[in-house]
């Protein structure tokens, strides 16, 4: 019998039934409907897997779940409200997703900078979103999506 | 008063599935979840080449639950149906590369794939590889174009000749979500298929021949892919047949999920290559005779080899005007996995070998390298390598100066020399000019004969109905753009059906920077012959606004049923073309550009940093200037990537650095400002004088870059990628 964790994922109460080391990345996908989370490499590399845990920026491919038993953690999914977020908005506007696939990880990944930092500028976005790989947008146009993203959350 | 919606074309409207990609709603195929599938992998070879002695099953694994399949197990042909019929869908004795595929299981339960996966044994009778590609004699595919007369040039006595040989790597694509599908099969139903793909019908042939079934017995249907570069043309074929065979087996879905390590030791990869020049010019830099030797490492199988060899050919002499020119390609076999397409398709390649050979020519004959280049340049009336006459306005002096203003070069490479003469760093700059050519080659597009529709909706609006794939370039959106403009009416009322072989019809491949000019133009075309459908039914005057289209519309559905338009593709009367003889127009319109890098290299620690980089480029009529826009920077990155970043290691004919942590492409710190300028010369064939794009820009940087680096540091570097090791070696030769 595999055990029970509770977590709250984008602020919603969640019991999964998982092996201690199943990834968190899985349990999200497989067993909570959230498919916005992606895999890109499986070895913490690509940033597709990005997560906020209790607000810590982390590569959900390399939590087992037992180190996200009781945690709050936000997925793209719990980015927008009613409307889309500003940063969301923000990426729609400058041409931030091309294909797609590496969006989700961005966004999760620049949001975590948008709490430290409201009006970060070009180095420091360039700097927060190093550790997620994007192949088709070469990262200028997502760089200004976040960079440009306080100007629609007015 | 005439309400005016308008024009489309020329405006950033919003993407059409921006939104679900930026909430996390947009399903990629790993994101489909039944509760019957049953999931796959695929067994592969290990050795470079060889047969099969034996396999082995280990006992302590409770294979009657499995569904296994093996090359027996193929009801129609075992190939996988391209351009040859050399390469096998499942090794049956013979090995010829490794991750060869051999078997195939699958089981219910994911763990328990991956279990059973890892304790096959496959015995080998090992045989010599060939992994070298310059020794290999096994020739898949030559071309030879020729132009005036090369040899009486090279026996006078009043010219100078200027050599080398220049190589490049290969490239892994690398699109972020990995190669994927779920097939459903069986005897009754015939073959469905849902995956990541960028050529739906490419996979519906392979399927038809590997199951020996009718058109409408197979069906395949592309799910939202993320990213593709090539990577997604050829393979999904493999991927498909596989998942199908188990499908068909097993009578339960499968899904069949590439893993990272796997998609990247296993499927293609940019063809490595070597070029030759040989050049013969005046003490004025001006080109006399030409001659190229260009060579690619096939790998294993055909595959799309000799379609790479001919566009590789083809740009082989860059944008330049020479009345005798001989170019001589091969592509050869190696026991490698089978090398393919990847965006630009052969032409980075023979562009890399010119570009840096323009380089090297400036620097004989003694003239700056803008001025060696201004001074060859092809203009209107001009005629390029294959005696294709320029008809359009061509201006590349215009081009190049744009971007010399652009990027400060004069200015910057005035402080620079000063800068390093006390500085370890050192900078340059350095400067490609290219040519790219959209859509297929030659008689290409008049032998695929393209087919588009689009049909009216009940609630008057319209649907585009192609098997052209939104792999993240913005085809959906574009397509909306062209009716939006052909019709006159807004850009919201149209909408992009996803591909589905079953509703659409085939439009060909999305490959060759052919979506928007060549399909695109399709698109305007149905879009009108169903105006004049309505038109003619009397229930729509001609030029009426928007609303009055959208009520016609609608009448005309309730009245008598379904409304479409159609149109096939007919080549323009001027592109002629001669196979036999390698010559004629090889493009209906090319692309072109003038690239500027300007780099810091660290002479302690060997590191090469682009700092700034200049893209200008004429494209015809661009249609959305950020979609076009972010596919010149996303170009630009991946050859930043190609020249600096991006090795592949070979052991044995296999991939050893097959991961994400070890083969290393450009991260948002490693990628400098791209500024990005068109120059606008509509191309009336094109929809709304747009030309292609997509391609174009992995042309340029790779020799930009390595000119600059030259241009810094001043000893010559002729190969790619260029990491600091391979630097430092370069300069400690030099000594």
Redesign the interface.
């Known amino acids: 019998m595999k055990p029970t964790f509770k977590l709250k994922i984008n602020g919603k109460a969640f019991a999964v039934q998982a092996h201690p080391l199943e990834r968190l990345l899985d349990v999200l996908?497989?067993q909570c409907g959230?498919?916005?989370?992606?895999?890109?490499?499986?070895?913490g590399?690509?940033g597709?897997c990005s997560v906020l845990l209790n607000g810590e920026l982390v590569n959900s491919c390399l939590v087992p779940i037992a180190q996200a038993a009781g945690a709050a953690v936000l997925?793209?999914?719990g980015?927008?409200s009613k409307s889309?977020s500003a940063l969301?908005k923000s990426?729609?506007e400058?041409?931030?997703?091309?294909?797609?696939?590496?969006?989700?990880g961005m966004?999760i990944a620049a949001s975590a900078l948008l709490k430290t930092s409201r009006r970060p500028n070009e180095k420091k976005?360039?700097?927060a979103?190093?550790?997620?790989?994007?192949?088709?947008?070469?990262?200028?146009?997502?760089?200004e999506s976040v960079v440009g993203a306080h100007k629609e959350s007015r | 008063m005439k309400k005016r919606t308008p024009k489309a074309i020329g405006r950033v409207v919003?993407?059409k599935?921006?939104?679900?990609?930026?909430?996390?709603?947009?399903?990629?195929i790993?994101?489909i979840?039944r509760d019957d599938l049953w999931h796959g992998a695929t067994i592969r070879s290990s050795v470079a080449r060889g047969s099969i002695r034996k396999i082995t099953f280990d006992p302590k694994i409770p294979w009657k639950e499995f569904c296994v399949v093996t090359a027996k197990d193929i009801p129609g042909k075992n190939v996988v149906a391209l351009i040859e019929g050399d390469q096998p869908l499942l090794a049956e004795t013979r090995i010829e590369h490794p991750e060869e595929p051999v078997l195939l299981i699958a089981h219910p339960n994911k763990e328990m794939v991956t279990r059973a996966r890892a304790t096959i044994q496959i015995e080998y009778a090992a045989a010599a590889a060939v992994l070298d590609f310059e020794k290999s004699d096994t020739v898949f595919k030559s071309y030879s174009v020729n132009k005036g007369d090369v040899d009486s040039v090279f026996r006078r006595k009043d010219v100078t000749i200027v050599e080398e040989t220049y190589f490049t790597g290969a490239q892994e694509?690398?699109?972020?979500?990995?190669n994927g599908v779920i097939a459903q099969a069986s005897s009754q139903t015939g073959v469905t298929v849902w995956g990541s793909m960028q050529c739906p019908y490419y996979v519906h042939k392979a399927l038809k021949a590997l199951f020996q079934l009718p058109d409408d017995r197979v069906r395949v249907i592309q799910t939202?892919?993320?990213?593709g570069?090539g990577g997604k043309e050829e393979y999904p074929s493999m991927i498909a047949g596989h998942a199908a065979l188990l499908a068909w087996k097993c009578g339960h879905p499968v899904k069949l999920i590439y893993?990272?390590a796997e998609d990247m030791a296993a499927t293609t990869k940019r063809h490595p290559s070597r070029t030759r020049h040989r050049t013969a010019v005046d003490k004025n830099g001006k080109l006399l005779a030409v001659e190229i030797d260009f060579l690619l490492d096939g790998g294993a199988y055909v595959t799309l080899s000799p379609v790479v060899l001919s566009r590789g050919t083809i740009h082989a002499a860059g944008p330049y005007l020479c009345d005798n020119v001989r170019v001589q390609s091969r592509v050869v076999k190696t026991n490698t996995p089978p090398h393919g397409a990847f965006r630009g398709f052969g032409a980075p390649q023979s562009l890399f070998a010119v570009e840096k050979h323009m380089d090297r020519i400036a620097r004989v004959v003694g003239v700056a390298p803008e001025e060696i280049r201004r001074r060859n340049f092809l203009k209107t009336g001009g005629m390029t390598a294959t005696s294709q006459v320029i008809q359009q306005k061509l201006d590349l002096s215009g081009l190049l100066d744009k971007a010399l203003k652009k990027s400060n070069w004069k200015t910057k490479r005035e402080k620079f020399l000063k800068h390093n003469k006390t500085s370890k760093i050192k900078k340059g700059l350095g400067l490609a000019t290219f040519l790219h050519g959209a859509g297929f080659t030659g008689s290409g597009e008049r032998v695929l004969a393209s087919k588009v529709a689009v049909e009216g909706t009940e609630k008057g609006t319209i649907r585009v109905l192609t098997a052209n794939t939104e792999?993240?370039?913005?085809t959906n959106t574009i397509f909306a753009q062209v009716v939006s403009d052909a019709l006159k009416i807004p850009y919201e009322w149209v909408e992009v059906a996803q591909p589905d072989t079953a509703r659409v019809p085939n439009s060909g491949p999305t490959v060759a920077s052919r979506t928007c000019m060549i399909v695109g133009k399709l698109v305007e075309r149905a879009a009108l012959e169903l105006e004049g459908k309505l038109i003619d039914s009397g229930l729509l005057e001609k030029n009426g606004e928007p609303s009055q289209f959208r009520k016609a519309l609608v009448q005309y559905r309730k009245k008598y049923g379904e409304l479409k338009g159609f149109a096939e593709y007919i080549q323009p009367s001027h592109v002629n073309w001669d196979d036999q003889l390698y010559r004629g127009d090889a493009y209906g319109a090319f692309a072109w550009a003038a690239y500027i890098a300007e780099v810091s290299v660290d002479t302690v620690t060997y590191c090469c940093t682009v700092d700034r980089f200049t893209a200008v480029q004429e494209v015809g009529r661009v249609v959305h200037p950020?979609?076009a826009?972010?596919q010149i920077?996303?170009?630009?990155?991946?050859g930043i990537g190609y020249a600096l970043y991006e090795r592949v290691v070979w052991k044995d004919g296999r991939m050893a650095n097959n991961?994400?942590?070890n083969y290393i492409?450009?991260?948002?710190?490693d990628?400098p400002?791209?500024d990005v300028i068109f120059l606008e010369e509509p191309y009336e064939p094109g929809p709304g004088g747009a030309k292609g794009i997509g391609e174009l820009p992995l042309d340029g940087p790779a020799p930009a870059i390595l000119n600059a680096i030259e241009n810094a540091l001043g000893v010559e570097v002729n190969h790619i990628p260029l990491l600091p090791e391979d630097l430092l070696r370069v300069c400690e030769a030099g000594r």
Do not use: W
Request: hydrophobic share 30%.
């Open positions: 996908r497989e959230l498919s916005g989370t992606k895999e890109g490499c499986g070895e590399e690509c597709a997925t793209v999914e980015l927008a889309l969301q990426f729609l400058h041409g931030g997703a091309q294909c797609g696939i590496c969006t989700p966004l976005v360039r700097e979103l190093a550790g997620n790989l994007c192949r088709c947008t070469g990262y200028q146009n997502i760089v | 919003p993407r599935e921006g939104r679900a990609k930026v909430t996390g709603e947009a399903k990629y790993d994101d979840n694509q690398l699109y972020i979500e990995m939202e892919t993320g990213g570069f893993d990272r792999i993240g370039q913005g950020l979609l826009e972010g920077i996303g170009g630009v990155t991946q991961s994400l942590t492409i450009p991260t948002s710190v990628t400002t791209i």
